[in-house]
């Protein structure tokens, strides 16, 4: 059976879905299950030599009063380093989050060997993850994971809590008030969504890495300088209304990236101002 196939566990959403455009240009055979298919991956593993796990289905804001929410995302993991158990030769990739496992980091841009130490459910869901990742890993197979920061782009669906980006350009659309948890001033790492695909599509492409790297920009927004960039792209004013910080936000976090600059050859192409007015460009031509 052939085995140079690539699976993604949570293909059908926004990175996924960027990620199976770069590797179809390739040519490259790409499987793609969304959530409620998962009873499909005893039948699709064995014929892909790459796993990428992409799949979860909460948001820092969405889990933080309900901790039970992360059991779905936890399940599914454990599912799937069970299955993959039996196959020592597929290469894994799990997705976690470089936004939210380091909590307010001591120092930045925070690397790798930063200390682990999240403010939120599900961040800690995602710590948790990847502890268990690492004992395949411990056992011989190649694991990669990937903490990726605030990514953002065209074709990112608008959900509630979820991607500041999405969401600034959602209510400058429709000209409806939004919400900034804090003073504005709390920074974050925004990386384009082509950044993202091609990143991890390097990393699909060599089989036997078991690297932990962040993957963002390695530079910091505020939201507030978002909010004016946004302004300045779309003509227009957006409405504000600032409330008390949550808990569950971090202040600030800015990714090093140098290890996967390094062992990749890749570097960010999108700048913040050019990746939102093409996403401005493509949200203007949705119904």
Not at 35 to 53: D, I, K, N, S, Y
Not at 111 to 128: C, Q, R, V, Y
Not at 247 to 275: F, K, N, Y
């Amino acid at each position: 059976m052939r085995r140079d196939g690539v699976l993604l566990l949570g293909g059908a959403g926004f990175i996924g879905s960027a990620l199976a455009r770069r590797l179809q240009r390739e040519k490259r055979p790409v499987h793609i299950l969304g959530r409620g298919q998962e009873a499909q991956l005893e039948h699709v593993l064995p014929q892909c030599g790459t796993v990428v796990h992409l799949a979860c289905s909460t948001t820092p804001g969405a889990s933080a009063s309900s901790p039970g929410l992360e059991l779905g995302n936890l399940e599914l993991t454990l599912r799937l380093l069970e299955l993959l158990k039996n196959q020592p030769e597929t290469h894994l990739i799990f997705f976690s989050s470089g936004g939210t496992v380091y909590g307010n980091p001591q120092a930045l841009p925070v690397t790798e060997d930063g200390p682990i130490m999240p403010l939120s459910n599900h961040g800690a869901s995602k710590a948790a993850q990847e502890i268990f990742c690492g004992v395949l890993r411990a056992r011989g197979h190649a694991v990669t994971i990937l903490r990726p920061s605030n990514a953002y782009g065209p074709g990112q669906a608008s959900k509630s809590g979820f991607g500041l980006v999405r969401t600034v350009l959602e209510h400058a659309r429709r000209g409806t008030e939004i919400e900034i948890w804090g003073d504005g001033e709390s920074v974050r790492d925004f990386i384009h969504v082509g950044d993202v695909a091609e990143a991890c599509a390097r990393v699909v492409a060599l089989p036997e890495d078991s690297g932990t790297y962040n993957l963002g920009s390695g530079k910091g927004h505020s939201v507030n300088e978002v909010l004016q960039i946004a302004e300045n792209v779309c003509g227009r004013p957006l409405r504000k209304i600032y409330r008390p910080a949550r808990t569950v936000d971090v202040r600030s976090v800015v990714l090093d990236i140098s290890r996967l600059q390094t062992r990749l050859s890749w570097m960010p192409q999108v700048s913040l101002e050019e990746g939102i007015r093409g996403s401005w460009e493509w949200l203007s031509q949705q119904p």
